[in-house]
């Protein structure tokens, strides 16, 4: 196993999760929902798949949602990056946060919510004011994590994004209305992302 620091190994040796130690709780004593994201792609199957992994304030155990795609497999797995992060956002609004920080390890994901980088595509679009909107009911931001470097818990959206793929896994939220308005979104983009 390769570690960055060494404080990482000694905790590893000690079975300490310093993750957990150091950004989670924290966070969770602040009132923050902490939401782990990724996404995965298949280039046989032609199809994407997105990962949450949710951990909330005064909650017993994680949530996870998962599930899969095939309208947007130009973005490959990024069309599962970018859904990962708006299943989990709908779920903070849905069960009555107001603030949640997202992880996640593909770059794009913050840098389309704080436009940074010009949305192409129809669900990056969508996905643009999508946050924009949010942000006007929840406190949302966003922390870049290294992909595959020993994080637990980026590990778990990870596999959780890829077992939708493999396994047709799909954990979704069922409670209530899912919450998606889109004032600010042109008609052909939301048929874009619909696949129609």
């Known amino acids: 196993k390769a570690f960055i620091t060494e404080e ?22 602040e009132d923050k929902v902490v939401a782990f ?49 708006i299943n989990a956002v709908d779920w903070v609004w849905k069960n009555g946060y107001d603030k949640v920080v997202i992880f996640h390890d593909y770059e794009g994901i913050s840098k389309w919510a704080n436009g940074e980088w010009e949305a192409n595509k129809g669900l990056s679009r969508f996905y643009q004011a999508f946050i924009e909107e949010k942000r006007e009911l929840l406190e949302i931001d966003f922390i870049k994590v290294s992909g595959h470097s020993n994080n637990a818990y980026n590990d778990k959206a990870d596999a959780l994004a890829k077992s939708a793929i493999a396994e047709n896994k799909v954990m979704r939220d069922q409670g209530g209305n899912g919450g998606f308005i889109i004032s600010n979104v042109k008609e052909d983009d939301i048929l874009e992302m619909l696949g129609k």
């Open 8 to 29: 990482e190994a000694v905790a590893y040796m000690n079975d300490e999760d310093i993750i957990l130690r150091d950004y989670i709780t924290p966070l969770l004593k």
């Open 37 to 85: 994201v990724d996404g995965s792609f298949d280039a046989k199957k032609r199809v994407y798949g997105y990962g949450a992994y949710i951990l909330a304030p005064n909650s017993s155990k994680p949530v996870e949602l998962c599930g899969k795609g095939d309208k947007h497999v130009d973005l490959r797995n990024i069309a599962g990056e970018i859904l990962s992060v």
